[in-house]
Protein backbone atom coordinates (compact mmCIF):
# COMPACT_ATOMS: atom_id res chain seq x y z
CA UNK A 1 0.00 0.00 0.00
CA UNK A 2 1.16 3.53 -0.89
CA UNK A 3 1.34 6.10 1.10
CA UNK A 4 2.21 10.06 1.35
CA UNK A 5 2.94 11.88 4.09
CA UNK A 6 3.40 15.66 4.41
CA UNK A 7 5.34 17.53 7.14
CA UNK A 8 6.35 21.05 7.61
CA UNK A 9 3.17 22.96 7.87
CA UNK A 10 2.75 25.27 10.27
CA UNK A 11 1.70 29.31 11.32
CA UNK A 12 4.70 32.13 9.91
CA UNK A 13 3.92 35.87 10.04
CA UNK A 14 3.35 37.39 6.17
CA UNK A 15 6.70 37.38 4.43
CA UNK A 16 7.93 34.42 6.30
CA UNK A 17 8.94 31.37 4.95
CA UNK A 18 8.09 27.16 5.53
CA UNK A 19 9.42 24.47 3.63
CA UNK A 20 6.95 21.43 3.16
CA UNK A 21 7.99 17.56 2.82
CA UNK A 22 6.40 14.91 1.30
CA UNK A 23 7.31 11.72 1.72
CA UNK A 24 5.95 8.39 -0.28
CA UNK A 25 6.20 4.75 0.57
CA UNK A 26 5.22 1.13 0.26
CA UNK A 27 5.65 -0.48 -2.95
CA UNK A 28 6.19 1.98 -5.60
CA UNK A 29 7.44 0.87 -8.83
CA UNK A 30 8.15 4.48 -10.27
CA UNK A 31 6.95 8.21 -10.09
CA UNK A 32 6.15 9.85 -12.69
CA UNK A 33 5.50 13.31 -10.84
CA UNK A 34 5.18 14.82 -7.75
CA UNK A 35 3.03 17.64 -7.27
CA UNK A 36 1.57 20.14 -4.47
CA UNK A 37 -1.99 21.11 -4.43
CA UNK A 38 -3.69 23.94 -1.50
CA UNK A 39 -7.13 24.17 -0.96
CA UNK A 40 -9.19 27.19 1.59
CA UNK A 41 -12.14 27.02 2.94
CA UNK A 42 -14.96 26.95 0.78
CA UNK A 43 -12.90 27.08 -2.41
CA UNK A 44 -11.82 24.07 -4.79
CA UNK A 45 -8.34 22.52 -4.83
CA UNK A 46 -6.21 23.91 -7.08
CA UNK A 47 -2.37 22.80 -8.48
CA UNK A 48 0.26 25.22 -6.59
CA UNK A 49 3.58 23.53 -8.58
CA UNK A 50 4.61 19.55 -10.13
CA UNK A 51 7.30 17.84 -10.68
CA UNK A 52 8.02 15.51 -13.63
CA UNK A 53 11.17 12.87 -13.12
CA UNK A 54 12.92 14.60 -16.27
CA UNK A 55 13.34 17.67 -13.81
CA UNK A 56 10.66 19.70 -15.72
CA UNK A 57 8.72 21.74 -13.30
CA UNK A 58 5.34 24.05 -13.25
CA UNK A 59 4.48 26.72 -10.55
CA UNK A 60 1.27 28.53 -10.59
CA UNK A 61 1.43 32.41 -11.65
CA UNK A 62 -0.08 33.07 -7.75
CA UNK A 63 3.15 31.75 -6.57
CA UNK A 64 6.06 31.98 -9.20
CA UNK A 65 8.92 33.66 -7.69
CA UNK A 66 8.23 32.43 -4.38
CA UNK A 67 7.40 29.16 -4.35
CA UNK A 68 9.85 26.31 -5.22
CA UNK A 69 9.30 23.07 -5.92
CA UNK A 70 12.03 19.71 -5.78
CA UNK A 71 12.46 16.82 -5.45
CA UNK A 72 14.86 13.81 -4.39
CA UNK A 73 14.07 10.63 -6.42
CA UNK A 74 15.97 8.81 -4.28
CA UNK A 75 13.96 8.91 -0.97
CA UNK A 76 10.83 9.12 -3.08
CA UNK A 77 10.34 12.70 -1.27
CA UNK A 78 8.91 16.49 -3.01
CA UNK A 79 9.68 19.70 -1.67
CA UNK A 80 7.81 22.80 -1.57
CA UNK A 81 9.63 25.81 -0.32
CA UNK A 82 7.59 28.91 0.60
CA UNK A 83 9.49 32.77 0.55
CA UNK A 84 7.56 35.78 1.12
CA UNK A 85 4.30 34.33 2.22
CA UNK A 86 0.98 36.51 1.74
CA UNK A 87 -2.36 36.39 3.41
CA UNK A 88 -3.80 34.75 0.62
CA UNK A 89 -1.44 31.75 0.51
CA UNK A 90 -2.93 29.92 3.89
CA UNK A 91 -4.87 26.73 3.26
CA UNK A 92 -4.33 23.16 3.39
CA UNK A 93 -1.75 22.09 1.11
CA UNK A 94 -1.53 18.59 -0.12
CA UNK A 95 0.96 16.28 -1.92
CA UNK A 96 -0.03 14.59 -4.70
CA UNK A 97 2.02 11.58 -6.70
CA UNK A 98 0.98 9.91 -10.29
CA UNK A 99 2.99 6.43 -9.72
CA UNK A 100 2.92 3.02 -10.62
CA UNK A 101 2.72 0.70 -7.50
CA UNK A 102 4.60 -2.59 -7.95
CA UNK A 103 8.18 -4.38 -8.55
CA UNK A 104 10.05 -5.25 -11.72
CA UNK A 105 7.56 -8.39 -11.97
CA UNK A 106 4.07 -6.60 -12.15
CA UNK A 107 3.25 -2.82 -12.19
CA UNK A 108 0.17 -1.67 -13.34
CA UNK A 109 -0.80 1.21 -14.85
CA UNK A 110 -0.04 4.33 -12.96
CA UNK A 111 -2.32 5.95 -10.19
CA UNK A 112 -2.63 9.06 -8.49
CA UNK A 113 -2.57 9.10 -4.66
CA UNK A 114 -2.54 12.25 -1.83
CA UNK A 115 -1.70 12.45 1.23
CA UNK A 116 -3.48 13.76 4.34
CA UNK A 117 -3.00 17.73 3.96
CA UNK A 118 -0.89 20.32 6.35
CA UNK A 119 -2.47 23.47 7.52
CA UNK A 120 -0.41 26.56 6.52
CA UNK A 121 -1.21 29.75 8.55
CA UNK A 122 -0.23 33.20 7.54
CA UNK A 123 -0.57 36.22 9.73
CA UNK A 124 -0.80 39.63 8.90
Known amino acids: QVQLVESGGGSVQAGGSLRLSCVAS????????MSWYRQAPGQQRDMVAA???????YHSDSVKGRFTVSMDMSKNTVYLQMNSLKPEDPAVYYC??????????????????WGQGTQVSVSA
Open 96 to 113: NANLREGDEFYFPPPSDY
Open 26 to 33: GRIHSINA
Open 51 to 57: MHRSGTT
